[in-house]
């Protein structure tokens, strides 16, 4: 890994469609309004573009920690655009201070944390745990979701 500068600012765009919406997207009695869950999946994109070009090949960095505030409701149609700048680094943990905009608004605003890895070193410590070729989702360990429940 190269070093990361402290500022080093990156941005993920997302249109808002009607699957982006917490009432199709979590539960019907929600509001038509833009998910949380992806606000934070742009916010944390923005923050992997900051730092991709310091990764080495090879690497990538996973998301640790997520503290985010969803302050204004988004309706479809809109572009949200998330933004990251690092505002610390400590040997492979990276600090960002994050937040979306809708284009007249800042919509979210929080913290975030990533940690940088090896990709193969993951997969391989995946195929020790549960086989190769299968998901951390098939393990005995966790109850397995039936259909209608």
């Known amino acids: 890994m190269k070093q990361i500068p402290i500022g080093a600012r990156g941005t993920y765009s997302l249109r808002v469609e009607p699957g982006h919406l917490a009432n199709s997207f979590k539960d ?12 934070v999946l742009i ?15 090879g690497e990538s960095a996973v998301g640790t ?21 690092v505002i610390g680094s400590d040997a492979r943990k990276v600090e960002f201070k ?6 007249a608004e800042i919509i979210g605003s929080g913290t975030h944390e990533r940690t ?6 993951i997969i391989d410590r995946m195929a020790a745990k549960y086989g190769a070729g299968s998901s951390a989702g098939s ?6 979701p039936t259909e209608g429940r």
């Open 28 to 39: 019907s009695i929600l509001p038509p309004v833009f998910s949380t869950p992806y606000l």
């Open 65 to 85: 920690r997520v503290d985010v505030r969803h302050l204004v409701a988004t309706p479809v149609g809109r572009e949200v655009t998330g933004h990251a700048e």
């Open 98 to 103: 994050i937040w979306a905009t809708d284009g």
């Open 116 to 121: 940088v890895v090896s990709v193969g070193r």
């Open 43 to 57: 916010m944390e994109n923005a923050a992997l573009n900051a730092i991709k070009q310091y990764l080495e090949p």
């Open 139 to 144: 393990s005995p360990d966790y109850p397995q």
